[in-house]
């Protein structure tokens, strides 16, 4: 499976901010839908956000609508999660992960962890009170 490598994870203090970065070394997906994941502790793994290969519709859940923001740049194989305004309830791991689907333009509900096959390692986001 293809390789992600995610970045960009850390400590902030409620109402910081944090950029993820996703990359793709040596690969392209710019034709597959790509999002984003967090898992807490004790927790399942949800859906955060996401973006088809085309990129004109973005996807988020309602616990961070308003507050995250997604994009790609297929140039560099990377896709980002800008995080503004956090919260103590989005310390998690936050991983990144590339759709099984090609060309997939839209999902009729959330997407769901089974929609992806590659994943990365993820990255550490705690936000402290």
């Known amino acids: 499976q293809a390789q992600l490598v995610e970045s960009g994870g850390g400590s902030v203090q409620a109402g910081g901010s944090l950029r993820l970065s996703c990359e793709a070394p040596?690969?392209?997906?710019?034709?597959?839908?790509m999002a984003w994941f967090r898992q807490a502790p004790g927790k399942e793994r949800e859906f955060v956000s996401a973006?088809?290969?085309?990129?004109?519709?973005?996807y988020y859940s309602d616990s961070v609508k308003g507050r995250f923001t997604i994009s790609r740049d297929n140039t560099k194989n990377t896709i980002y999660l800008q995080m503004n305004s956090l919260k103590p309830e989005d310390t998690a791991v936050y991983y990144c992960?590339?759709?099984?689907?090609?060309?997939?333009?839209?999902?009729?509900?959330?997407?769901?962890?089974?929609?992806?096959?590659?994943w990365g390692q993820g990255t550490q986001v705690t936000v402290s009170s």
């Open positions: 992960a590339v759709d099984q689907t090609l060309f997939r333009q839209s999902w009729a509900g959330s997407p769901l962890i089974g929609d992806f096959g590659s």
């Open positions: 040596g690969r392209t997906f710019s034709t597959r839908a």
């Open positions: 973006l088809p290969w085309r990129g004109r519709t973005e």
